[in-house]
C-alpha cells in the first residue's frame, strides 16, 4: 500500500459569510473523501470558527487542531 499524502486545511468562519463558509468546508471535505484516488490524511486546523464550523470539524474522523485565537489565515 502507498505511502498516504497528507493535506492540511485551514478553515476560519467568523459567520461574516465572506471567508470558508461552512458549506464550502462540508463540500471540500466531501469531494476528497469521494474522489482523492489514493490514500490520505487530511488535517484540519480551525482558525478559532463560529461554533457550527467546529461542531462540522469535530465529528470528521480526520485529524484536527482548534486554534483559541484567530492567528491569521494560511
Do not use: C, Q, W
Request: overall charge neutral; cysteine-free.
Amino acid at each position: 500500500m502507498p505511502t498516504p499524502i497528507d493535506i492540511v486545511m485551514v478553515h476560519y468562519n467568523n459567520g461574516s459569510g465572506n471567508y470558508n463558509r461552512l458549506h464550502d468546508l462540508i463540500a471540500t471535505v466531501k469531494s476528497l473523501e469521494s474522489s482523492a484516488g489514493y490514500p490520505f490524511r487530511l488535517f484540519i486546523v480551525d482558525n478559532n470558527s463560529i461554533v457550527e464550523s467546529k461542531e462540522y470539524i469535530k465529528s470528521t474522523p480526520h485529524y484536527k487542531v482548534f486554534l483559541n485565537a484567530n492567528v491569521g489565515f494560511a
